[in-house]
């Protein structure tokens, strides 16, 4: 089978990116033809995959064309001068940013669009609004990017061979917002897995803490992460006269100086630790006692899955794909609030009894994301009578045997 993807940013940063390129090079290892169009300034090549590197430079905070629009222009001027490249059985893409190319490379080659929603910035915008006070001038911008979302999600809903989704919160929020287009008969919910070669099995259940005195976030540094939460969550529990206990801050980003003056006014600036971004979070993982994911919303953060294939223990917020992932509500609270996150903490920190209950709990949850996840995209985009031959087959040699 022939497959073949786009990847036009100039960086891996988020976890879709990761989970993106994973999956195509998966596939390839399958024994599949793919093929990935990726830009020329990213530093990483492939292992399996066939790759097209298309020149393509820009600075995110300086430019003034969308990404969207980048991508599909410099992917039409590339694949015109070479039809040849258009020949391919599928084209998959994650999330929004690539839309436009692909919907060009779909309508010029024919071939159909596996589309992953990575996702989803109707309800994320929702929720900044619900946790932060925002102008009338801001309320009327969201309402118009909502719009333009609204838009934009029911063409690719409308255009796409299939969809997928990481969880049942994603498919029915868009199932929702666009009853009339009957998602559900186009759609599969693949969660993430743990079998990713950077889940290093040298890590697996390496977690061998008994005490709840090491805290620690990894995330980006963000509002929509909810990282002040957790600072106010702190400072509750050092009100409460607990001084043995540490934030650690593992994050990438710029705004790192709003957080600190957060921390400053709550004065907990002494168990905060700030370290930016790691390469190796699983390190982390391993040395602390309790990871917070304190989200304001979050689609399906990978962070649990690194935790959980760590075993160590995690709470965190009950938001987008998160109760799918955790599926417990000793190990959930609600987002944005601090006190009840004080609580949860303050329990497992008093009580090594308890800290013991969520550590097993998290470390038997290990078991149900050790799938074959590039197995589950393969079943969607081979031909049904394929599969069924392949069953066929299968069950031929099974009765041969006997």
């Known amino acids: 089978m022939r497959i073949t993807g786009l990847f036009l940013n100039n960086e891996i940063r988020t976890g879709g990116n990761k989970r993106y390129l994973e999956l195509m090079e998966a596939l390839s290892s399958k024994g599949h033809q793919v093929t990935l169009f990726v830009n020329d300034h990213l530093d990483w090549h492939p292992v399996f995959c066939n790759e097209i590197r298309i020149p393509l430079e820009y600075d995110k905070k300086r430019r003034v064309i969308p990404l969207s629009v980048l991508f599909f222009l410099a992917i039409k001027k590339h694949v015109r001068s070479n039809k040849n490249l258009l020949l391919t059985d599928w084209l998959i893409i994650f999330g929004e940013t690539h ?9 010029y080659s024919k071939a159909p669009i596996l589309f992953a929603f990575r996702s989803d910035l109707i309800a994320e915008n929702n929720a900044y609004r619900k946790f932060y006070p925002v102008t009338i001038q801001q309320q ?6 909502n719009a333009k979302q609204w838009l934009e999600e029911r063409e690719i809903l409308s255009r796409c061979h299939t969809v997928v989704f990481q969880s049942s919160f994603d498919l029915t929020s868009f199932s929702d917002r666009h009853p009339s287009l009957n998602i559900p008969s186009k759609s599969s919910i693949i969660p993430g897995d743990i079998l990713q070669p950077r889940f290093k099995p040298e890590f697996a259940l390496s977690n061998t803490s008994h005490e709840c005195r090491k805290i620690l976030f990894v995330g980006t540094l ?12 702190l400072s509750l529990l050092v009100e409460r006269g607990i001084r043995d206990i540490s934030l650690d801050i593992i994050a990438a980003g710029t705004d790192w100086e709003y957080f600190r003056q957060i921390a400053v006014s709550l004065d907990i600036t002494k168990y905060v630790h700030y370290h930016g971004k790691s390469d190796n979070p699983l390190n982390w993982m391993k040395q602390s006692d309790l990871l917070i994911v304190p989200s304001l919303f979050d689609s399906y953060p990978n962070t ?38 004080a609580d949860k903490i303050y329990a497992l920190y ?28 393969e079943n969607i985009l081979l031909p049904k009578n394929s599969i069924d031959s392949d069953s066929s087959q299968i069950s031929q040699s099974k009765e041969t045997k006997k």
């Open 222 to 233: 963000g509002k929509r992460k909810g990282l002040s939460v957790l600072l106010n969550a």
């Open 99 to 107: 839309w436009k190319a692909a919907r060009w490379f779909s309508a």
């Open 140 to 145: 009327v911008l969201f309402f118009i990017e």
């Open 350 to 377: 008093s009580s090594e009894k308890e800290y013991a209950v969520i550590h097993r709990l998290c470390t038997e949850k290990r078991s149900r994301f050790c799938f074959d996840w590039a197995g589950k995209f």
């Open 304 to 341: 649990i899955l690194e935790a959980l294939h760590v075993g160590l223990p995690v709470l965190a917020s009950t938001t987008g794909g998160i109760p799918d992932m955790l599926e417990d509500a000793t190990l959930l609270f609600p987002p944005g609030d601090a006190t009840i996150l």
